[in-house]
């Protein structure tokens, strides 16, 4: 019952504290650290260095000794001058989250976080809660880029959390530090599993799901522009382009082979991750190709298409479907 008492106050006392830090340090794009949002406290060095002050102090007094009292003195005013640097250091340093690539579970995410203060900060380090720490040995006035690591994410939407920015400068007898919520998320595609079966569904049987979909040369779509190569018909010269002085250029025509291909989700699966992620593997495998595919899921459809615009579409449909257990929230 102890025990249990003991974790309903922790939790309580959690709670209350990431309320007031919503409240005192709202989520930004970008934030400036000031008085405000960085708090300082003595580290383990610095209590050590304050029992000696004490000590010293208690000694010199008891002995009468002025020289003991005076380095006593002396090294709490040292103390106190690292107080004020390591304010300093954080103060004025402006941290600003950028857009990050696409990833898979499994895989690290990497954050992108900016970093820039107007005065010279060294040592500054950053994590978020249970994940690495990053160290940037010196931040000026022209942005730096620091990639903080998020370890074993999840399919589907990451947000982790608050970032801790820490600095001990100049001695390590104080820890400056904020926790700073910069609207991180991260969308988080399904692990790729390689799928021993073919693709489920073809529109056509007989159909080869090696070659379906594929685009070859055809009167459908339009492809591109290309060098004219005597004997090509005249009625596909690009005429505009060669009235704007680019030589003489022929068009190019696509069309799919086959019946495009549609991927679907056998919601009975003892196992939708491991089924998801073998749909993931086969969109990879498909766009690889350049095959055209679409994709049916729990009574949503992506109409056929090819390109990495359609396997994004689908990898985004894939990692966002509902799980049957809910997760943790990164803190």
């Given at each position: 019952?102890?025990?249990?008492?003991?974790?309903?106050?922790?939790?309580?006392?959690?709670?209350?504290?990431?309320?007031?830090?919503?409240?005192?340090?709202?989520?930004?794009?970008?934030?400036?650290?000031?008085?405000?949002?960085?708090?300082?406290?003595?580290?383990?060095?610095?209590?050590?260095?304050?029992?000696?002050?004490?000590?010293?102090?208690?000694?010199?007094?008891?002995?009468?000794?002025?020289?003991?009292?005076?380095?006593?003195?002396?090294?709490?005013?040292?103390?106190?001058?690292?107080?004020?640097?390591?304010?300093?250091?954080?103060?004025?340093?402006?941290?600003?989250?950028?857009?990050?690539?696409?990833?898979?579970?499994?895989?690290?995410?990497?954050y992108p976080i900016q970093l820039s203060s107007k005065q010279q900060a060294v040592e500054i380090q950053c994590q978020f809660k249970g994940q690495p720490l990053h160290t940037l040995k010196t931040v000026t006035a022209q942005a730096s880029q620091l990639l903080v690591t998020v370890n074993n994410p999840h399919r589907g939407v990451n947000?982790?959390?608050?970032?801790?920015?820490?600095?001990?400068?100049?001695?390590?007898?104080?820890?400056?530090?904020?926790?700073?919520?910069?609207?991180?998320?991260?969308?988080?595609?399904?692990?790729?599993?390689?799928?021993?079966?073919?693709?489920?569904?073809?529109?056509?049987?007989?159909?080869?799901?090696?070659?379906?979909?594929?685009?070859?040369?055809?009167?459908?779509?339009?492809?591109?522009?290309?060098?004219?190569?005597?004997?090509?018909?005249?009625?596909?010269?690009?005429?505009?382009?060669?009235?704007?002085?680019?030589?003489?250029?022929?068009?190019?025509?696509?069309?799919?082979?086959?019946?495009?291909?549609?991927?679907?989700?056998?919601?009975?699966?003892?196992?939708?991750?491991?089924?998801?992620?073998?749909?993931?593997?086969?969109?990879?495998?498909?766009?690889?190709?350049?095959?055209?595919?679409?994709?049916?899921?729990?009574?949503?459809?992506?109409?056929?298409?090819?390109?990495?615009?359609?396997?994004?579409?689908?990898?985004?449909?894939?990692?966002?479907?509902?799980?049957?257990?809910?997760?943790?929230?990164?803190?």
């Amino acid at each position: 019952m102890q025990k249990h008492g003991d974790k309903l106050t922790r939790q309580t006392l959690t709670v209350g504290w990431n309320k007031w830090l919503s409240r005192r340090l709202p989520a930004s794009k970008q934030v400036t650290l000031s008085h405000k949002s960085i708090f300082i406290l003595p580290s383990g060095f610095g209590l050590a260095w304050l029992v000696l002050v004490v000590l010293l102090f208690l000694l010199g007094t008891n002995y009468q000794n002025n020289l003991i009292m005076a380095l006593s003195l002396l090294l709490l005013s040292v103390f106190n001058t690292c107080i004020i640097y390591s304010y300093k250091n954080l103060s004025g340093l402006t941290l600003t989250s950028k857009q990050q690539s696409s990833y898979f579970a499994g895989s690290p995410i990497y954050y992108p976080i900016q970093l820039s203060s107007k005065q010279q900060a060294v040592e500054i380090q950053c994590q978020f809660k249970g994940q690495p720490l990053h160290t940037l040995k010196t931040v000026t006035a022209q942005a730096s880029q620091l990639l903080v690591t998020v370890n074993n994410p999840h399919r589907g939407v990451n947000r982790p959390g608050r970032l801790k920015v820490e600095s001990r400068y100049p001695l390590g007898l104080c820890r400056a530090w904020s926790q700073v919520d910069l609207d991180l998320s991260q969308l988080v595609f399904a692990k790729p599993i390689n799928d021993p079966n073919p693709v489920r569904f073809i529109s056509k049987p007989g159909d080869d799901p090696q070659t379906s979909g594929k685009y070859v040369t055809g009167v459908d779509e339009f492809k591109g522009l290309k060098e004219y190569q005597t004997g090509e018909p005249l009625k596909q010269i690009a005429w505009k382009q060669w009235a704007q002085g680019r030589g003489m250029l022929t068009k190019e025509f696509e069309q799919p082979q086959g019946a495009p291909m549609w991927l679907t989700l056998d919601e009975n699966s003892h196992d939708i991750e491991l089924a998801l992620s073998h749909l993931a593997w086969q969109t990879e495998q498909l766009t690889a190709h350049n095959q055209v595919f679409g994709l049916t899921l729990s009574g949503h459809s992506i109409p056929p298409n090819h390109g990495q615009k359609h396997r994004m579409q689908v990898q985004t449909q894939l990692a966002l479907f509902p799980r049957k257990t809910p997760l943790k929230a990164h803190q």
